[in-house]
């Protein structure tokens, strides 16, 4: 059993920044992969950015040079830095976790850019 806490959303300006935070706690050990997803209304909940083992990375192309994804493993925390939102950033991002068996979603926090 994994919990997945967010936090850092909120209504924001287009440019502005937001740094959204991912607290994870129960069985992190089994965690191989964490990350970032985001759903828009009317939209498939899509890949924002990725980590793997603390070390390999992938972000969605719409997101590359603004995002930056990492992680704080004496906090058990993942971090997703946003600079130069733009409005389409607009979306309930989901942290996500998984293992060999297993997957878990956060709630979902709530970020608004706007124009």
């Known amino acids: 059993q994994v919990q997945l806490v967010e ?3 909120g209504l924001v300006q287009a440019g502005g920044s937001l740094r959204l935070s991912c607290a994870a706690s129960g069985s992190i050990f089994s965690i191989n992969a964490m990350g970032w997803y985001r759903q828009a209304p009317g ?6 950015a990725r980590i793997i083992r603390d070390r390999f990375i992938n972000y969605a192309d719409s997101v590359k040079g603004r ?3 990492s992680g704080d493993n004496a906090k058990n925390t993942v ?3 946003m600079n130069g939102l733009k ?3 607009t979306a309930v991002y989901y942290c996500h976790a998984e293992g060999p068996h297993f997957q878990y979603w956060g709630q979902g926090t709530l970020v608004t850019v706007s124009d």
């Open 79 to 81: 971090y997703l830095q």
């Open 67 to 69: 995002f930056v994804i």
């Open 43 to 48: 939209k498939q909940r899509e890949l924002v």
């Open 7 to 9: 936090s850092g959303g």
């Open 87 to 89: 409005p389409e950033d």
